[in-house]
C-alpha cells in the first residue's frame, strides 16, 4: 500500500503534466467549446485532461474509485468506497477559455470519507500547492501558512456565483454583509484557488456552494495550513464533511467564528 508522501508524490507529477497540456492547449488556441447542460462552459481540453488524469491514476493506483467532473459526475455524493480519488480537471473552465490566468488542476485522495492528500496546481501562475494529512501544506516545496487575522474589518474574503442566474438572488443579502462588514470581496472564478489563497494568507475567508470536485483538494490544503473549515448549514446523514459542497466557509482561525455568524445572520 503506497505511503501518503508517496500518492502526494505522485498526484503531483500528474498535475503537473496536466497543467502542461492545459498550457499547450491555450497556446495553440487548439480547443473547442460547448455548453454542458445549456448553461456550463466545458472544452475538449476538460475532457482530455480528464482522461490523461484517469490514465495515470488508474496505471499507479489500479481499482481505486475515481469520482471527475467530466467522466463520472453522476456519483457525487453517492460513494462508499474506502478509496477515492477526486479529480477537477479543469477549475476555472471559462477562465481558461478566456485566456485569464486563475485556473487550476485539483487532485484529491480520501480514505474512509477523510481527505488525506490534496494538489492545486495552477499553470499560468507556475504554482503548485499540495498537502497530506498531517504533514502541513506546501506552495512549490515552501512550507505555508494562514492569515493571522484577527477582526472581520481586515478581513479579506473570497466567493464566487452559481451559473443559475435566478439562483444568484439569494446570495445577495450574505454579499451585502460581507461588504459592509469585511475589507473587501475578490471573486478569482476558481473555487479550488480560492481555497489555497486561504490556506497561503493571501485571502482570509472564503464561503460559496460549489461541487466536490471544486473544493477536496483545497480543503485539505488549507487545513493543513491552519485554517479552519466547515459549513453554514447541517451536512446529511451518511455524507462525508469532507465531500459535502453546500455551504462551505474555510477562513483563518481567528476570525472564522465571527464569519460564520455574520454569514448566517444575513441569510
Known sequence: MPTLQERLTLAISIAEEAGELIREARANQSFSKRLKADEELVTDVDVAVDKLIKARLNKHFPGEALLSEELSPDRALNTETTALWVVDPIDGTVNFAQGLRHVAVSIGWMENGVTKVGVVHAPFLQETFSAAEGSGAFCNQQRITSSNVSTLAETLVGTGFPYQKEARQALMPRLFAVLA????????????????????????????????????????????AGARVGHLGEIPAGVPADLYPNELLVAASGIYDAMKQLLLDAK
Open 181 to 224: 462588514h469585511c475589507r473587501d470581496v475578490r471573486r478569482n472564478g476558481a473555487a479550488a484557488l480560492d481555497l489555497c489563497d486561504v490556506a497561503c494568507g493571501r485571502l482570509d475567508a472564503y464561503y460559496e456552494t460549489v461541487s466536490p470536485w471544486d473544493f477536496v483538494a483545497g480543503w485539505l490544503i488549507a487545513r493543513e
